[in-house]
């Protein structure tokens, strides 16, 4: 800023000025790749919760087993 003269405020002000007119790049649009996993489809996701619930109280009625 010593080299040129200007003040912090007039060159921190010259710099935004200078990136905001700067004409915007295309950006390619971005897709997400999908891969088919082989899951099995007749898995019902609306019990899926409960499916969770279930191995979450197994596992901890086996830690509660494990702390006697």
């Known amino acids: 800023m010593k080299e040129r003269g200007l ?23 971005f897709v997400q790749k999908t891969f088919a996993l082989g899951s099995e489809q007749n ?15 197994e596992e901890l009625s086996r830690k509660f087993s494990l702390r006697k």
């Open 43 to 57: 898995f019902r996701w609306d019990k899926a919760l409960a499916a969770a619930d279930a191995i979450e109280d």
């Open 7 to 29: 003040s912090f405020k007039e060159a921190l002000n010259s710099a935004l000025r200078a990136g905001l007119t700067q004409a915007k790049l295309r950006r390619r649009r």
